[in-house]
């Protein structure tokens, strides 16, 4: 790639709508870079597109991805969550291979293909559809809660928020109570 002689200082990397793939090593040991943004027209991901970004933790992969080519993520090693806008793309060999121990795939309720090897190797977790929306917000004493009305399985899921201090230079701005460090 042009940029390749820079690698130890791409920090973030957007690839913008109208781009249908990203090349084979176009990001090859950008040992720096932490941000990818993947534009929705993206099909393919080519081979090592992204090995050894061995400090990016998170990416998003949009729907329209249909193909991740040989390692292109391998020795990604800081890798954890990889989110797939829609169906599982085909994958070539070792994509993830070489990586951080523990790798979720992240992939929205009624998308398919991920219930088959080779995801079925991986920490799967199906998220649902829509706005997660806070309806009593947590304290330093009392739990709250927030919900989502899922679009795609219709049901309303409700997950409990934890009490917790909210501090500000060691003191709680609700109850005053003074932070502990160890």
Same mark, same amino acid.
């Given at each position: ?8 200082? #791409? ?6 709508? &109208? #781009?249908?793939?990203?090349? @084979? ?6 040992? %720096? ?5 993947? $534009?929705? @027209? ?6 090592? %597109? ?7 933790? %998170? ?10 080519? @040989?390692?292109?993520?391998? %020795? ?8 797939? $806008? ?7 060999? !070792?994509?993830?291979?070489? &990586? ?7 992939? !929205?309720?009624?998308?398919? &293909? ?7 190797? !991986? ?11 806070? @309806? ?33 230079? $060691? ?6 109570? #003074?932070? #502990?460090? !160890?």
């Amino acid at each position: 790639s042009p940029w390749y002689s820079q690698r130890t200082a #791409v920090k973030a990397v957007v690839i913008e709508n &109208g #781009v249908t793939s990203i090349g @084979d090593r176009a990001f090859y040991n950008c040992t %720096a870079l932490t941000d990818v943004t993947i $534009g929705s @027209d993206v099909l393919t991901i080519g081979t090592y %597109a992204f090995r050894g970004c061995t400090v990016l933790t %998170a990416v998003t992969i949009p729907g329209s991805v249909t193909e991740l080519k @040989d390692s292109a993520f391998r %020795a990604c090693t800081a890798l954890t969550v990889v989110t797939f $806008g829609g169906n599982a793309p085909t994958m070539g060999s !070792y994509v993830f291979n070489d &990586g951080a121990e523990s790798l979720t795939i992240r992939y !929205y309720e009624g998308r398919t &293909g991920y219930d088959v090897s080779p995801w079925v190797g !991986y920490t799967l977790s199906a998220q649902h559809v829509g706005q997660w929306i806070v @309806d009593i917000e947590p304290t330093c004493t009392t739990e709250g809660s927030r919900y989502i009305d899922c679009t795609y399985c219709q049901t309303r899921i409700t997950e409990t928020l934890p009490a917790e201090h909210t501090y500000a230079n $060691g003191i709680c701005t609700v109850c005053s109570d #003074v932070e #502990v460090l !160890y």
